[in-house]
C-alpha cells in the first residue's frame, strides 16, 4: 500500500470514526431527553389521573353518603331492622340509584345479604362481602353483571343513619371510556384500561370469557384493553407488559413493537389499580409514541451520513494535496535511492520550497554528491592496491621458477668449459629443468588469466541431485584412495535449478579437493544438499583442523590462501561463480573441528 493510499485511507477512517462518535452520542442523547421526556408526561398523566380518581371517589362517596343520610333510606332501614321483612324494598335500590345518578347500587341488610341491587335485580339474598367496607375509603371493584360479564367501578360504602348501622347502602360509578375520555392527554399519547371484562363500553357488555372466582380472568383478551374512543391500536402487543404488572403487583414500563417499523413502536407504561384486598382489578396503559424520537434519530443520521460524505470527499482532496506535497517527494527519493543501490550515484531529486522533505531532499542530493566524489577516490584507490596486490603475488609467484632458471643458465655458461661428455650431460639437464620452470610459469600466467576472465554462465535448468550425483561419481575413487569416509545426503524433492552445469561443476568440485587437502591424514567428508524455502541449500564439509575466525572473514579475498603452495584464487572463482548465479557462499568452522562450506542459490522456475 503507496503512502498516499494509506493517507487517504488514515483521513477516511478519521473523519468517518469522529463522524459516527459524534453521531452515536447525538442519538443516544436525544434518546435519553425523549425518554425523559416520555417519563414525565407519563407521571404528569398519572397525577392527573390520580386527582380525577380522587374527585369521582369524592363524588361516589358523596352520594352515597346524601343515600344514606336521607329520611327515605332511614325509615327503610328502621323497618327492615324491627320487622326483618326486606320484600316491599327489593326494586328500591333501582329507583334509590337513578336519584342519585349512580351505576352500582346495593342494599344490604344486618345479615351481610343483598336486599336489593340496582344493577342486578334478580341478585336478592345474595352475601356482599364488601359490605365490610362500610366507611372507609371509596375502592375499586369487579362488578358482576346479569349477561356474565363484568364491569370496573368505583363504589363506597355507608351504614345508613346511626340508630340502624346493621343496613348498608354500597354505591358506586363506572370506570369506562367516558372516564378516560374526560383525561387530558398529551400529544402522541395513548391510554387503556384492561379489566378481566375491562372497561365495559357504555353501550353495551363485553363477554367476560373465562372469568376466575376472584373475578380475574385467566387469559389475555385484547378486546379487554380499551381505550377513550374504543380498542386500544396494537392491543396484543401488550399482553407481555399487562401480565407482568398484574402477576407482579408493580408498575412496569417497557418498549412495545406495535408493527415491525421503529416509528411505530411506543414507551408503554402499565400501572396496576387495586381493589380493597390488595388484588389487581385492572391495569392502567400509558403509552407514548416514539415516532418524534425515531424521526429525529433518522434525521441525525442522514446528516451524519452527509457529513461523512463531505468529510471523505474533504479526505480524498486533502490526501490528493498531502500526495503532491510529501509523498511525491517522497516517492521521488525512494527511486533515487534505488538508482543509487544499482549503481547510479549521479542521481539528484528535485528540491521544492524550504519544508523539512526539502531539506531531505537537499541533504540526499548532497550525500550523493559526496558518494559519487569518494566512489572516485574509493575506485581509483582500489585499482592502485589491485595492481600492487597483482604484481606483489606476480613477483612472489614468478620469483619461484626464476631462480631455477637463473641457477640453470650459470651451470650452462660454466659447463662449457668441460669436455663434450659432460657438456651434453649438463646440457640435458640444463634443458629439463628450464622446460620444467618455463611450464611452471606458464602454469601461474594461465591461472591468473582464468581468475581475470572468467567465463558468462550460460545458464539452463538442471537438478541439484543430478550435479551433486556428477560430482560423487568423479571424486568417489580419489576419496576411497585417500582413505577418506565418504557421506552424501541428498533431499529426495525435486531442487530445480537455473544454472550454468560446468561452472557450478567446478565450483564444487573445487571445494571437494579442498575438503580432501584439509584432511591428509583421513576423515570424513560430506556431501549434502536440500530445499529451504524458494532456495537450494548444498554443503560441503569435512572433518579437517579447521579455521579461525579471521582465516573465515579472509577465505575468499584474492590471493588470500591458508595452504604452503596456492595462488589463493581458488576460493574467489568459486564465490565468483556463485554471485553470477544470484547465490552466496558461506563457511562455518571451528578451529580443530572440520569446515562446512554452504551455497545457497535460488530454485528455477517450474
Known amino acids: 500500500m503507496s503512502l498516499r493510499q494509506k493517507l487517504l485511507l488514515l483521513f477516511s477512517l478519521t473523519v468517518a470514526a469522529a463522524v459516527a462518535a459524534v453521531a452515536w452520542t447525538v442519538l443516544l442523547r436525544i434518546r435519553d431527553v425523549f425518554e425523559q421526556r416520555d417519563q414525565e408526561e407519563t407521571a404528569l398523566f398519572v397525577s392527573q389521573f390520580q386527582r380525577e380518581f380522587q374527585h369521582r371517589s369524592a363524588e361516589v362517596a358523596a352520594a352515597v353518603n346524601r343515600l344514606a343520610a336521607s329520611e ?48 342486578w335485580p334478580a341478585r336478592f339474598d345474595y352475601p356482599e362481602a364488601a359490605a365490610a367496607n362500610a366507611g372507609q375509603a371509596p375502592f375499586l371493584k369487579q362488578e358482576n353483571l346479569p349477561d356474565g360479564s363484568t364491569a370496573l367501578g368505583l363504589f363506597a360504602v355507608r351504614s345508613v343513619g346511626e340508630a340502624a348501622a346493621n343496613v348498608k347502602l354500597m354505591g358506586g360509578a363506572r370506570l369506562d371510556q367516558s372516564f378516560l375520555a374526560d383525561l387530558p392527554i398529551a400529544p402522541g ?11 365495559t363500553q357504555t353501550s353495551g357488555s363485553v363477554s367476560a370469557g373465562n372469568v376466575s372466582p376472584n373475578g380475574a380472568s385467566s387469559t389475555f383478551d385484547p378486546a379487554h384493553l380499551l381505550g377513550p374512543t374504543g380498542a386500544l391500536t396494537g392491543a396484543p402487543h401488550y399482553e407481555t407488559l399487562i401480565e407482568k404488572a398484574r402477576s407482579s403487583g408493580q408498575q412496569s414500563s417497557g418498549i412495545v413493537e406495535l408493527t415491525g417499523r421503529r416509528d411505530d413502536s411506543v414507551n408503554a407504561t402499565a400501572i396496576p389499580l387495586k381493589d380493597a384486598s390488595g388484588t389487581v382489578a385492572a391495569v392502567l396503559v400509558v403509552a407514548i409514541s416514539r415516532g418524534g424520537m425515531v ?10 451520513y452527509g457529513v461523512a460524505g463531505a468529510g ?34 549521479d542521481v539528484r531529486v528535485p528540491e521544492r520550497g524550504r519544508d523539512e522533505v526539502s531539506v531531505l531532499a537537499r541533504s540526499f542530493n548532497h550525500m550523493t554528491e559526496q558518494l559519487s566524489s569518494q566512489r572516485e577516490r574509493l575506485v581509483q584507490s582500489e585499482r592502485v592496491a589491485a595492481w600492487r596486490e597483482l604484481a606483489r603475488r606476480l ?21 662449457r668449459m668441460l669436455p663434450e661428455p659432460e657438456f651434453d650431460e649438463v646440457f640435458r639437464e640444463g634443458i629439463a629443468t628450464l622446460g620444467a620452470e618455463i611450464a611452471n ?7 591468473f588469466s582464468d581468475f581475470s576472465k572468467m567465463p558468462k554462465p550460460e545458464m539452463e535448468r538442471i537438478d541439484a541431485k543430478d550435479m551433486m550425483e556428477r560430482v560423487r561419481a568423479l571424486y568417489a575413487g580419489a576419496i576411497s584412495e585417500a582413505k577418506i569416509e565418504f557421506a552424501m545426503t541428498i533431499s529426495p524433492e ?24 584439509a584432511m591428509p591424514n583421513g576423515g570424513k567428508l560430506t556431501l549434502a544438499a536440500r530445499p529451504a524455502g524458494a532456495s537450494i541449500e548444498i554443503c560441503v564439509g569435512d572433518t579437517g583442523e579447521g579455521l579461525t575466525p579471521e582465516e573465515c572473514e579472509r577465505l575468499f579475498t584474492p590471493y588470500y590462501t591458508t595452504k604452503q603452495h596456492g ?40
Do not use: C
Request: hydrophobic share 50%.
Open 295 to 304: 424521526e429525529a434519530q433518522q434525521h441525525i443520521r442522514e446528516i451524519a
Open 441 to 447: 610459469l606458464k602454469a601461474v600466467v594461465a591461472r
Open 395 to 415: 613477483a612472489h609467484e614468478l620469483k619461484n621458477p626464476l631462480f631455477p632458471l637463473q641457477l640453470t643458465v650459470e651451470n650452462l655458461a660454466r659447463a
Open 72 to 119: 327515605r333510606a332511614r325509615a327503610m332501614a328502621l323497618e327492615v331492622e324491627q320487622s326483618g321483612d326486606t320484600a316491599p324494598y327489593l326494586n328500591e335500590a333501582q329507583t334509590m340509584a337513578q336519584d342519585a345518578q349512580l351505576n352500582f347500587l346495593e342494599i344490604v341488610g344486618p345479615d351481610g345479604n343483598v336486599i336489593s341491587s340496582a344493577q
Open 312 to 345: 471523505i470527499l474533504l479526505a480524498i482532496a486533502l490526501s490528493l494535496w498531502t500526495a503532491a506535497r510529501v509523498s511525491r517527494p517522497i516517492e521521488e527519493l525512494a527511486r533515487a535511492a534505488e538508482d543509487v543501490a544499482g549503481g547510479n550515484w
Open 494 to 517: 525435486p531442487m530445480p535449478l537455473l544454472a550454468d552445469p560446468e561452472l557450478l561443476h567446478r565450483a564444487l568440485s573445487n571445494l571437494v579437493l579442498n575438503a580432501m587437502d
Open 189 to 199: 399519547m395513548q391510554i387503556g384500561m384492561y379489566g378481566d371484562a375491562s372497561v
Open 567 to 606: 595462488t589463493g584464487l581458488g576460493l574467489a572463482i568459486v564465490q565468483s561463480v556463485i554471485a553470477d548465479h544470484a547465490g552466496t557462499i558461506a563457511v562455518e568452522s571451528r578451529a580443530g573441528s572440520g569446515a562446512t562450506f554452504i551455497i545457497t542459490l535460488p530454485k528455477g522456475d517450474a
